[in-house]
């Protein structure tokens, strides 16, 4: 299956978003460098993209054209004087000592166009279709590459898109596709795909896969993003500190506090890496949009419950275990096996909620977050993890969580979150974060109840997650 | 790719999981994509490379010893047991022995577990190893390794073990091989001490029964033989059966009793052993990890990225700086004389007009957008001699080198000093995009000096935008007079004011549509020699063909203009809507009186404000008496925006703001009207005073 990579070249003018296009397409925010000024891009760089470790599509970034009517009398020239085909002329006019001084980016542009199988031409839909676009156009079209012309700014005030879209058609361009850098948007990016693929055969099949791998990742960055939510969800869950009303209580509040705003920070820069982007995209003072005060986050204090409910499974397992002992000394030990096992099993389970019975007896209550801050936590981080899936990498500005996402998804979790995250509250050993506290607790495998809680926690975030977007 | 690699990963992935954070160790992914293959591969590779591999490694071997210790311990003592029962089931005594009884003593459980085993395999083919003594023999050994090395490597590799016991991974074969592995040893140990006994001991055996008839027990023995005799064990014969007594017959019994152990007891553990081993390896040959598990997928674009940069191929050589030419010729505008050259460098013409001041002398140069008209345009330059070139762009555009060699082009044509101006600032504060300004300006300063256009000379002045203020700069600029209106537009508001007082002396009642519009129509003539105003003529194209619509959205933008405040009421909203209505088409009646005249524009005047009072006049009871506060409020809000045209809408706003009120006064009256007006006048007169100091 060694096949050739396929080359794409993406130009335009100046300024007209190149480079951030690729950006988003490419998912990655350190592409290149993007102002919003001529000549930003002057050198060619590429990124090649990957089905299953296999380089399949190589996008280049080609420096902006910025004087195409000089050029195009420039290449007339060279075309009336050898009387050449345009290929050929433009082929000449790469190679020759223009294309070093005066034409330095032009000639780059040019010459990554011709070593193309296809070419992505950038239009900032904001301007009119001026004479210098035109000419631009005219120069690729004599390139005899198949274009694709993607539309930017289509979302702005100003935008001509119909002026444009009128002018193209009457040159013979069709393949044309508005795309916003500023978000991922999966159709157009299908969209864009399909028209490479429809534009060349050989591109039809790699660029499935393209396709279907595109799709795949975004199921993928959807499910572990939510993975990284109900991790913390989890650890913040389940985390407790045992603290006697009278001995600094207030420190451990503060502490408590501290170190869950700590683990709510790590879960947004785990989500941030996860999409490809940096820490520094999102700034810590906008993870709490609505407490203005350093109140930190509401702790409850709880009385001990919950005891004992496991010790019936624990029972009848041991029993079982004990019958098969029974069984094997051909009922010579006339069950006592079965008795010993199920006390060995209740007595197990006991002494995992045994800790908690004994501080309940002394008086000690147990710290932790409350229901409605879990929430607030679980919303805020949905909301995180649904504006990076659709947030394009060219976006300069930070990220910002919206209120109103925020406070609706709220309501929306507010109804089953508390209830599901309950069964978390009896197991203080889940939380990493309730360990610091704790000191080491032996039992730390993924039980059962583990496993059934973060699938019903899988199921409740994705209805959340669905109905906000 | 071998189970102990994947089991390695495993434990990895537990490691982490338990540790609560993915080693970040860029040497072993590294490693993992260099050498390439699927997902899995790698991600095997990785957990190779980190350090941590090597105690989880030691872990998962010490669990290896520990469940074949465990194992042979298991075997030993089930051995002993069968040991056991076989010397309870034949004891040490010359009584005869009740041959079906020993067989039961020894054969029973073993074939009732086997059989409960199949029933199980049966019905619930996955949970057939659980509860079984394979899975107590598992527990086992979990905690004691958990007691003896409490920490996460072994946690993790004990839970990646714990994992190849799931029936995907054929779990459930192993646990039970583990139990036929057992049995077959008890079974052992009784077949040995059987064999053992029967050598040493002499043994009677017979049968007894109670209800059944001797006919039954031969063929039963028969049927019970049937098996061992295959196997080549001396069975008794019928006659042996029916009588019992006799050396040969307790010889023949005896190899019938150790037979039966061997065909109901040891031959099939041994099948189903072999069975097991057979259909875990397989199971096992088919594990895979799964690459799809969010952990692993955490790891996905380190390992096996979907991008790869390929660096840069085609370096930026570094394109000669543009050198800075000095301005050709110091600016003596005033020695100069010629008309002023005005060229429009790719932009549409701008609100304020094409050429964009009043001035007799312009050469204009037309709006440039691509190479023909730039040709034109340099050759009708280099034809003349205009005392000063003023080239008009937009800050919107980009400054590109395209740009900037025209500009060169243009200054290299003309020996007359070159001014740019650049158009459009709203444009990009309407992009959102207004911190972007000073950075524009500043480029498109560099691109001018680069073109040899003095730093001075470069202006920001937006032209859709033309304000009182920016249009003296301008003009102060190009060293014109600025051009006095033939009436300020102070005088001219007074002229309206009166118009407005004159009017309503002549209304009784409220005027119809027909008579207001004409009253703002001799307001707008007033003003008709400053600059067309252009919140108006946006509508003018579109009143030819949508007359209603026009009329609607020229409310609307009228309404738009008042403060926040009065937009809450209702009379002013009536007064916005009219103003706009009416406005619309008193400036339209002034452009193209002609075409004007040929349109149903009353009817649909009528309509429109029809329209807008009943939104309005359910809202605020309807006044019974004569108020002429509707009409008079209209004409007035119309003559005091024409007087601030020029300006741009907020600023328009904000002055409206300062000079109406909220309380909507009772005009009964001309007199009322006259008094209303003044204050108006003397509020306006305040505003525009404080704006200029």
Redesign the interface.
Known sequence: MSKAVIRVAVVG???TGKTSLLRTL???NS?GAIA????TT????????????R?VL?F?DT??L?????L??ALEQIQHNSQQEWLEVIQEFVNSTQA??TF??EA?SL??VIASALVLYVIDV???V???Y??ELDILIRTARPLILLFNFID???AKTEQWQDYLSRVGLHATLSFNPLIIDAVAERKLFEKMRALRDELYQPLGEVIA?LTR?RQ?LR??GL??II?FLL?SAACTVMCSKAVDFAAQQRALAEALEQREWRCAQELLR?H?FRSEDFKPEQILPDQTETAGIPLSLNAIKHLGLRSGGGAAKGA??GL?FD?????LSLGVGTAVGAGLGAAYTIRNQGVRLINKARGISELRISDNSLVLLAARQLALAQILLNRGHADPRPVKLSVEAIEHLQTILTDHLPEILATARLYPNWS?LGRQFNGNS?R???SKQQKELKAQLTEQLNTALDQIT | MSISQRLLAEAVRYFERLSNQIIADETANQAARANGGEFEQRLINRAQALAVAEPIQAALQQWRSLTMACLALGLLLAMLAGITTARLALPATTEPLNFFWVLGSLLILPSTTLLLWLLLLLFQPRSSGQHSLGALGYSLVRRLLQRWHPDHTHLAAIQARTQLLNPAAGGHWALSGFSHALWLAYLTGSLIMAAFLLSVQQYQFIWQTTILSANTYTQLTELLAYLPALLGFTTPIADQISTGQGLAAASAWSSLLLGCIVAYGIVPRTILLLLCVVLRRRRLEQFHLDTEHPDYARLRAQLLPDIEKTGVIDPDEGIPEPEIRPPTRPAHQADRTGPIALLGLEIEQPHAGWPPLSHEDWLDLGLVVDRHSRRAALEQLSNTDPSQLLVVSSLALTPDRGLQNFLATLCQTTDAPTRLLLSQGQRLRDRNQAELIPQRLADWQKLAAAAGIDEQHVIAIDLDHLTAHSRTQLSQQLGLQATKPKRSPQACLDVAFELIIRHSQSWSGQPDTKAQSQLQQSIAQQFEHQPSNHLNLANLNKLKTHTSQALQDSAERWQQLLPLRLRTQPRWLAAGALAGACGCVAIAALTSPAAIATLPIWSALGSVLAAFKVNIDSESAPAQEIDLFEPVSAAALFALVLSLQGRDEHSITLILDQVLDEQTPQLPDTEAVRTWLATLQQRLNSVLAQEAA
């Open positions: 003018h100046t300024n490419t998912r990655d592409f919003d000024q001529a000549s002057r050198h060619v760089e590429g990124a090649r993209l990957m089905v299953r470790g380089p190589e280049y420096p902006g910025e004087d195409s009517i000089s195009l009398e070093h001084d330095a980016q780059k010459r990554q904001r301007e009119q001026l004479g210098k035109r000419d702005s005030s100003d791998e990742q993928r499910r572990v993975d990284i991790d650890d996860l490809g079982a275990a098969g069984v094997m000394l051909a009922g990493a032996k730390l495998e993924a």
